[in-house]
């Protein structure tokens, strides 16, 4: 079989797509050197296709990004995990329109009776769920973005791509989406429930993490990874979905600063043993609800003006550990 090389899938490309091609290479070289060019041959015998991964190693593992050749024309395709889905859309208008636009159409899941990216004909049952900008937005579990026709004014912003999916290669165990994804859901969530709360005080002074959780340590890794900023105590302890928060980018919070939870509706579940499931899955299964029963998300501004639309409490009942998560409504 005839090996293929870098400068062969070059030389299939026109002026532009190989400049644009050079700077994501050099790019690639200098921010993430553990990944090359592999895979590398035309899908067509007039070789007039071609495709080149850029990997760890060949035919094995994630790819930073695919490279396609079209008659010349050089196309780029990323696969994005939950959390990189998250961080372009909290990000979205650091891109061109061209980008930015292309980029949403395959991100955004705008059906509800089939899977338009992957050709089913059933509503996806892995669909994300994100509160941006004071809005829920509906996603595809593992899009794929393809950008075609690529040329110099794009350099920028596929360069902004590639940092992005650098810090997004890994996904959670906890987050794997399969067969039994949303039996799991069911299964350590119960049923959704609708209920009132009235505005609840919290104490942000003097209390021991210790009497609602069995280790402080794991609560803390907990929260760090899921975004949950500290509010205070009541009954167990207080927490909130950050909104705005983007890995590397935003500060930690780790002080219980918040002394109010908001009087009103609430789709809400409670789990037992939850640092053993995904904070993730526990936000999306209840958002599935709440658009399924067609039901509005209600976000809040807390007293130091960030924006949230989720609150999750921490307690212990009879030796065991227990989630509260509370997706206020309107």
């Not at 208008?93 to 991100?107: C, G, M, R, W």
């Not at 650098?166 to 959670?172: A, E, G, N, P």
């Not at 859901?185 to 942000?204: H, M, P, S, W, Y």
Request: hydrophobic share 35%; net charge positive; charged share 25%.
């Amino acid at each position: 079989m005839q090996e293929y090389s870098y400068n062969d899938f070059l030389n299939s490309l026109n002026s532009a797509g190989q400049l644009v091609l050079t700077a994501i290479n050099e790019h690639i070289n200098l921010s993430c050197p553990q990944y090359k060019p592999f895979d590398i041959k035309p899908t067509d015998k007039a070789e007039k296709e071609w495709r080149l991964f850029f990997r760890k190693k060949p035919k094995a593992g994630k790819a930073v990004c695919g490279v396609y050749s079209f008659n010349g024309k050089l196309s780029v395709r990323f696969c994005l995990l939950s959390s990189m889905t998250r961080e372009f859309l909290l990000r979205q208008n650091e891109f061109s329109d061209k980008i930015k636009n292309t980029a949403l159409k395959q991100i955004v899941c705008a059906v509800n009776k089939s899977c338009r990216n992957y050709g089913g004909n059933n509503i996806c049952e892995w669909r994300q769920f994100y509160w941006v900008n004071n809005r829920l937005i509906t996603a595809c579990p593992y899009p794929w973005v393809v950008l075609d026709d690529l040329n110099e004014q794009d350099i920028a912003d596929i360069k902004r791509l590639i940092n992005m999916q650098t810090k997004h290669m890994v996904q959670d165990s906890k987050e794997i989406k399969g067969v039994l994804y949303t039996e799991g859901n069911i299964q350590r969530c119960g049923k959704v429930k609708l209920v009132v709360l009235d505005e609840i005080a919290l104490d942000i002074d003097a209390f021991e993490i210790g009497v609602h959780v069995k280790k402080a340590e794991r609560l803390k890794k907990y929260s760090n990874l899921y975004n949950l900023i500290p509010m205070g105590e009541k009954d167990g302890l207080w927490f909130y979905l950050r909104s705005d928060w983007i890995y590397g980018v935003n500060s930690e919070k780790n002080e219980f600063s918040h002394d109010k939870i908001p009087n009103g509706k609430y789709a809400a579940i409670i789990a037992e043993d939850p640092f053993t499931f995904s904070f993730n899955r526990v936000w999306n299964y209840i958002c599935e609800y709440i658009q399924s029963n067609k039901e509005s998300v209600n976000g809040f501004i807390l007293n130091n003006n960030e924006n949230t639309a989720c609150f999750a409490k921490f307690f212990k009942e009879n030796s065991k550990e227990y989630m509260a998560v509370y997706v206020p409504v309107k």
